[in-house]
T-cell receptor
Framework: DGGITQSPKYLFRKEGQNVTLSCEQN?????MYWYRQDPGQGLRLIYY???????QKGDIAEGYSVSREKKESFPLTVTSAQKNPTAFYLC?????????????FGPGTRLTVL | EDQVTQSPEALRLQEGESSSLNCSYT??????LFWYRQDPGKGPEFLFT???AGEEKEKERLKATLTKKESFLHITAPKPEDSATYLC??????????FGRGTSLIVHP
């Protein structure tokens, strides 16, 4: 079945640690996105990538980094510079500039700082 | 700046009590208006894409409509399993969607 997978489902981080969240898709979509979701807030865009080896900052990129070495993969690293990383992280993919820009989401990773 | 505002923030219904969720938007050059359903602790599930004013789409008890300023998600005779948060998003010329904060729907049996 085609879809988006995220791992791990739950992740715990100690102060000062970098952690990496995985996102893989087999939908053959060109574009991939990372969002952060906090209670009572809408989805906030962290980074997005429309093609391999290229990515752009979203609204809240500070303290995060990404890479896009393969079409299928878009890992997100939460660095120690992110002061309030506890949140629910969502990865999405889409076919930009096509007949539809519909984004499809993965199941999410819940990150908690200890 | 593109904006999407959803109302109400929370809605409680009795089973069978029909209602509507509102999504007001100011998105420059709207390319698409999206509705998603999100269950607690899970990723959003795609429901509908609407492209132009006057368009309507239906799926089971849900019907989405679009005008030039807002979109409605009508829920007919809801069941407890329709309880979820419903998200609205609009995409304009940047191809990056702007999301609303969602409406939390609880349907009581």
């Amino acid at each position: 079945d085609g879809g988006i997978t995220q791992s791990p489902k739950y992740l715990f981080r100690k102060e000062g640690q970098n952690v990496t969240l995985s996102c893989e898709q087999n939908l053959n979509h060109d574009a991939m996105y990372w969002y952060r979701q906090d209670p009572g807030q809408g989805l906030r865009l962290i980074y997005y990538s429309q093609i391999v080896n290229d990515f752009q900052k979203g609204d809240i990129a500070e303290g995060y980094s990404v890479s896009r070495e393969k079409k299928e993969s878009f890992p997100l690293t939460v660095t120690s510079a992110q002061k309030n990383p506890t949140a629910f992280y969502l990865c999405a993919s889409s076919i930009p500039s096509g007949l539809t820009d519909t984004q499809y989401f993965g199941p999410g990773t819940r990150l908690t700082v200890l | 700046e593109d904006q999407v505002t959803q109302s109400p923030e929370a809605l409680r219904l009795q089973e069978g009590e029909s209602s509507s969720l509102n999504c007001s938007y100011t998105v420059s050059g709207l390319r698409g208006l999206f509705w998603y359903r999100q269950d607690p602790g899970k990723g959003p599930e795609f429901l509908f894409t609407l492209y132009s004013a006057g368009e309507e789409k239906e799926k089971e008890r849900l019907k989405a409509t679009l005008t030039k300023k807002e979109s409605f998600l009508h829920i007919t005779a809801p069941k407890p399993e329709d309880s979820a948060t419903y998200l609205c998003a609009g995409t304009g010329g940047s191809y990056i969607p702007t999301f609303g904060r969602g409406t939390s729907l609880i349907v009581h049996p």
